[in-house]
């Protein structure tokens, strides 16, 4: 599917984004605009065979960020058992997620997410959707930038990486490395991603060696390929999610894009829904190999160095140490090619709320806030939380459309309701995606609920409220409008 | 052409994981180890756009 061009590069991993959402169907990216199909279904001849499904998963569940996640699990204390078995259990649940949730209804009706949430809910709260997709991409996009600066920072002694607990910048020269890393990033996402996209498409294998490579090293290093004996916590270390924190985690880093439909834009290609099954390769090379990998990179500094867990260490200088220039280049383009698209998109979510500014406008802005974001390390440092809100936030749109799709007619609801009425808001829609959240958002700050626990309540609890609330608010519109 | 940097590209895929490998087993120091990781780098993007189907354009 990239090799045809037909999706964009939709970024990374659990941050792999459905970047393709995010564009407003007036105005499709110009790398592509005429073969995105954005307000039709996707015609026979243009549906995709299963090896572009395989490479496009493998690739983009493998970015810059997995050199994060492996060694937070770390930082966490979480157990061997809990990270082997756990990711295992989550992922596997990830790819059922893709294969029975998403595939079937992309290849029913084989529309993209916004336009399918634009017949149900209206085009004004799409537009919502938008924005909350722009302003959580931006964030994301920061934490890549975070990423690569600490591979930037490594010839330069005066840069001082950020630890896992540091929220601010940490001094001058590292403001200067995101600041100049930003601008970069951000110029290369006015003049448009294609060459970033092409450059990550072709280093998508290399990337994930270069992982492989960092997990053999480390195991050279600390003498033992005893995986269980290395990756349990030294005594004393509690940890802060256990087996089913790290089954949840797993499952739901993802969710916006699974159960939350947004690779429904990708599926729609798909001959038959059993190319769901594509998404495993992304879920055990990226989620499963190389987050063990990347983990082994914090525990070799742990045990070795003296590193305290806790603190840890930012992934540029564990990368340099296990495999030199090549590791260096991997984190860079790593973090390059994923921030890129996200910066691209973010910026013209925004512009979808604008119409009348330009797309280089909208991207500056996305830029601007990426790179301020960047700075601050605490999005990186707390990936685990913030992937787990991200999906949380986003989500539960999908429930809506599980509800249209499986049970509106079963329960004599209006279908397409925005379509069949001609309306631009659907407020049953934003009150039964508001409610739960809101709900979420309070537990979070209230209780400091891990994100990823939260997110399959809040979706069933989206799903159920829709079809309340339809019933109640639309019921006699969509008699009148049936009559 | 196409055959010999396509048998090249697979080859910096090599030499991208099997001097870690050796490492690992003792086979290889740590220097090599990295100075074979970045040559299979640069042989990888020198010649993955005509190794990886759709990656030259």
Redesign the interface.
Known sequence: M????AQPNRGSDCCATAMNETVPASTPSPAHAGDEFEREPVPPHALKGPTAFWGMYAGEHTAGTEFMIGPLFVAWGVNAFDLLVGLLVGNLLAVLSWRYITAPIATRYRLTLYYQLERICGRKLVVLYNLANGILFCFLAGAMITVSATAVGVPFPHIQMPTFQDTLPTNAAWCVTVLALGALMTFVAIRGYGFVA?VG???A??MF??F???G??M??KLGTFNLVELLTPAEGHESRIGFWGVVFFAWFCNAAMHIGMSDLSVLRFARKPSYGWASAAGMFLGHYIAWICAALLLVYWVREKGVDPSQGMAPGPMVWDA?????L??VIIAGWTTANPTIYRAGLAFQSLYPRMSRATGTLIAGTICTLAGMFPAVAMKLLDFVGLYGTTLAPVGAVILAEVYLARRFGLPQEWATATGSSFNPAVLLAWAIPLGLFYWAYLHWGIFPSYLTLPVYLLTGVLYLILARVLHGRTAATARG | MQTVLRILAFG??GL??V???L????QLGESA???W??A??FL??AT??WA????A?
């Open positions: 990239r090799d045809a061009d092409r498409h072709l280093a294998p290399w060696l270069v492989v490579a960092c053999l090293v195991l050279g495999v030199g220039w090549a590791g280049i991997c | 910096a895929l991208t994981v001097p870690p490998f490492f690992m087993i003792q180890m990295k100075g990781m970045l299979g780098t990888w993007f993955a756009p990886l189907r759709g990656g354009r």
